[in-house]
């Protein structure tokens, strides 16, 4: 249910252009209002830094790769987005993954030897266009448009390297085991079962040695933890939503 997509270009990505103000000299971007091309999935990568957040409405799971990649469940079924409207706007009051907000643009190596990431943009959704009034430069110099365009791809980026530190701190301890949720549905016999998405075992973070918890609390990582295993109580709120919606 939680397998992490891997299409050559990171999910909703179709055609990745470097902006530079030779190409792009009197471009702009436009506001980002239309998420109608989040609808086709189910789970979003999310960061540590959003966990806090996440957890209120959101399931956050693990995928089954090494060392996985945190995920926000939007839905319960593969290829469905409970969370956008169907005027393609994201539900009022929910938090929106960075992730879909650092849409169209992100960092990229333009080269495997590439030493440094440079600024890119999906050309192919239509947000970056000579029409539009947030002008990407100043002349030749970036715009502050774009710088805190960079500056948030940057602290993107930096989010991502300590969620992967914290993922490969759970392998290391081996907290993490297979996933499986139940949810009682009144108008069936038997449950739904969800599962292909990783966990914390409970029963393993309860039997940690002292040092290592005190460390987990020092550092941060057992807030993490449990705001993942507070999280997993959102999926049966996302099952009556797919109740609701007629698609359970």
Same mark, same amino acid.
């Given at each position: 249910?939680?397998?992490?997509?891997?299409?050559?270009?990171?999910?909703?990505?179709?055609?990745?252009?470097?902006?530079?103000?030779?190409?792009?000299?009197?471009?702009?971007?436009?506001?980002?209002?239309?998420?109608?091309?989040?609808?086709?999935?189910?789970?979003?990568?999310?960061?540590?830094?959003?966990?806090?957040?996440?957890?209120?409405?959101?399931?956050?799971?693990?995928?089954?790769?090494?060392?996985?990649?945190?995920?926000?469940?939007?839905?319960?079924?593969?290829?469905?987005?409970?969370?956008?409207?169907?005027?393609?706007?994201?539900?009022?009051?929910?938090?929106?993954?960075?992730?879909?907000?650092?849409?169209?643009?992100?960092?990229?190596?333009?080269?495997?030897? *590439? $030493?440094?990431?440079?600024?890119? %943009? +999906?050309? &192919?959704?239509?947000?970056? @266009? *000579? $029409?539009?009034?947030?002008?990407? %430069? +100043?002349? &030749?110099?970036?715009?502050? @448009?774009?710088?805190?365009?960079?500056?948030?791809?940057?602290?993107?980026?930096?989010?991502?390297?300590?969620?992967?530190?914290?993922?490969?701190?759970?392998?290391?301890?081996?907290?993490?085991?297979?996933?499986?949720?139940?949810?009682?549905?009144?108008?069936?016999?038997?449950?739904?079962?969800?599962?292909?998405?990783?966990?914390?075992?409970?029963?393993?973070?309860?039997?940690?040695?002292?040092?290592?918890?005190?460390?987990?609390?020092?550092?941060?990582?057992?807030?993490?933890?449990?705001?993942?295993?507070?999280?997993?109580?959102?999926?049966?709120?996302?099952?009556?939503?797919?109740?609701?919606?007629?698609?359970?």
């Amino acid at each position: 249910m939680a397998t992490q997509p891997q299409p050559q270009l990171p999910l909703f990505y179709r055609n990745l252009v470097p902006l530079n103000t030779e190409m792009h000299q009197g471009f702009g971007v436009k506001p980002h209002a239309d998420v109608n091309w989040t609808r086709g999935t189910h789970a979003i990568p999310v960061t540590v830094d959003e966990f806090a957040l996440v957890q209120r409405q959101y399931p956050i799971v693990f995928t089954t790769d090494s060392p996985g990649v945190p995920l926000a469940l939007v839905g319960l079924k593969e290829g469905e987005n409970l969370f956008v409207t169907p005027e393609g706007q994201w539900r009022e009051r929910c938090y929106i993954p960075a992730y879909v907000r650092r849409h169209p643009f992100m960092l990229a190596r333009l080269s495997p030897e *590439a $030493d440094v990431l440079s600024l890119v %943009f +999906d050309d &192919t959704h239509g947000l970056v @266009t *000579a $029409d539009a009034e947030n002008k990407l %430069f +100043d002349g &030749t110099e970036p715009s502050e @448009t774009t710088r805190n365009i960079l500056k948030f791809c940057e602290e993107f980026e930096a989010a991502i390297a300590r969620t992967r530190s914290f993922m490969e701190e759970l392998g290391k301890l081996g907290l993490l085991m297979d996933g499986q949720a139940s949810i009682q549905n009144p108008d069936m016999a038997e449950p739904a079962q969800f599962s292909g998405f990783r966990m914390v075992d409970e029963k393993k973070l309860q039997n940690i040695r002292g040092d290592q918890a005190r460390k987990m609390v020092q550092n941060g990582m057992m807030g993490l933890i449990y705001a993942h295993l507070f999280s997993l109580a959102q999926m049966r709120e996302l099952y009556a939503e797919m109740q609701a919606a007629g698609t359970a």
